[in-house]
């Protein structure tokens, strides 16, 4: 079992920057491949970004590359996401993820197949 708890969120101006922080409970957490997701009102859940066990290998979604950077902290049990050049379309909950089935690699960009989530939190962007 893993327990996932963000942090960083809030009110930003265009153009700026906030980093995201996913603080994970439990001994297998550097055994599993960790996402981040986005939900903005009246829409579905998006994926943002992912990381593998080892923090090797990364996805991230075309909608932000060159913008967000997700890495990780296995000793901290922490998994974090650098958003810069945020513009108002950024604008979300963002949830991090735990899939436990991954591989070396990230084995997906789905997020029914992930099997841990966090509670979120609000980025808001502002024109």
């Known amino acids: 079992q893993v327990q996932l708890v963000e942090s960083g969120g809030g009110l930003v101006p265009a153009g700026g920057s906030l980093r995201l922080s996913c603080a994970a409970s439990?001994?297998?957490?550097?055994?599993?491949?960790m996402g981040w997701f986005r939900q903005a009102p009246g829409k579905e859940r998006e994926f943002v970004a992912a990381?593998?066990?080892?923090?090797?290998?990364?996805v991230t979604a075309d909608s932000v590359k060159g913008r967000f950077t997700i890495s990780r902290d296995n000793a901290k049990n922490t998994v974090c996401l650098q958003m810069n050049r945020l513009n108002p379309e950024d604008t979300a909950v963002y949830y991090c993820?735990?899939?436990?089935?991954?591989?070396?690699?990230?084995?997906?960009?789905?997020?029914?197949?992930?099997?841990?989530w966090g509670q979120g939190t609000q980025v808001t962007v502002s024109s």
């Open positions: 439990g001994r297998t957490f550097s055994s599993y491949a």
């Open positions: 993820a735990a899939d436990r089935k991954s591989g070396v690699y990230v084995r997906t960009t789905r997020g029914d197949e992930y099997d841990y």
């Open positions: 990381v593998s066990w080892s923090g090797g290998t990364t």
